[in-house]
């Protein structure tokens, strides 16, 4: 696509969510960005923010979202349960998530809703820092025509589930036509092993072709393991075939994850 000038990497994540972007020149030179700083977060420096939302007393509207939706403290005059208000983990229901789960992380919001309310929220936050970085270097950016979007996505998604993710992205802003080219997924596990490829390996001297390393891939929602191979022409082979599962990590990782490795 030859009008795309700005390349967005967005890791929506079920308990933490970042993005890096980059600009690209007509020297095709690429500079990679990833974003540190937060709405209300002061001089706290992070490569990510909560995957939070807090709703105004009506449920409708979004009052804070990422680390600043934990830090507001609850109204003690009103009279409602301020986790009512706090939404996370709402990520979950659009897996492939039990009845059990389903009803132990219930929501007081649509999940979809929850999720096209955060897309948009960060989506603000995207756009005004590439329209920051463009003034600043006199780049006329239209996000619409010129930002490619590549979401993360687990592995285990199905067709339908990038459908409803794709769905969610249109709703909130980020692209104008549910059939546009400007949004891309790819996989959780294949951008760690790129990542990986382009980057750890070459910093351990490993970047040659025949190394073997293993992706580790422990989210807040879902493990992934996979075993990659670097080929000839910085290709990636696969040596073993994922293991996944879709969990909550922060909960479950360590007793209903590792014995069955």
């Known amino acids: 696509m030859p009008d795309i000038r700005v390349i967005v990497g967005l890791d929506f994540g079920t308990t933490y969510s970042g993005y890096t972007y980059c600009h690209r020149e007509a020297t095709e030179d690429i500079m990679y960005t990833t974003n540190v700083t937060w709405p209300n977060a002061g001089d706290n420096i992070s490569y990510k923010t909560n995957t939070v939302l807090r709703y105004d007393d009506s449920l409708r509207n979004v009052e ?58 960060i989506g603000k936050h995207i756009k005004d820092t590439i329209k920051d970085v463009s003034d600043e270097a006199r780049w006329e950016i239209d996000f619409m025509e010129n930002v490619l979007l ?16 794709r769905k969610c992205a249109l709703d909130a802003g980020l692209i104008d036509d549910l059939d546009s080219k400007k949004l891309e997924f790819t996989t959780e596990p294949e951008a760690a092993a790129i990542y990986c490829k382009d980057n750890v390996l070459k910093e351990h001297d490993l970047a040659t072709s025949g190394t073997i390393f293993m992706i580790v891939d422990c989210g807040g929602g879902t493990v992934d393991l996979t075993t990659r191979k670097l080929l000839n022409e910085n290709q990636l082979g696969e040596i073993t075939e994922r293991a996944g599962k879709l969990l909550w990590t922060n909960a479950v990782y360590g007793p209903k994850f590792l014995p069955k490795c």
């Open 150 to 165: 590549v979401l993360t996505v687990p592995a285990e998604y199905t067709q339908k589930e990038k459908a409803t993710m």
């Open 64 to 121: 804070s979202w990422g680390q600043s939706a934990l830090s507001k403290p609850p109204d003690r005059r009103v009279a409602v349960n301020k986790r009512e208000k706090v939404l996370e983990l709402f990520k979950l229901h659009l897996g492939n998530l039990s009845d059990e789960l389903k009803e132990k992380y219930k929501l007081t919001i649509n999940y979809k809703v929850a999720i096209t309310d955060y897309l948009r929220e």
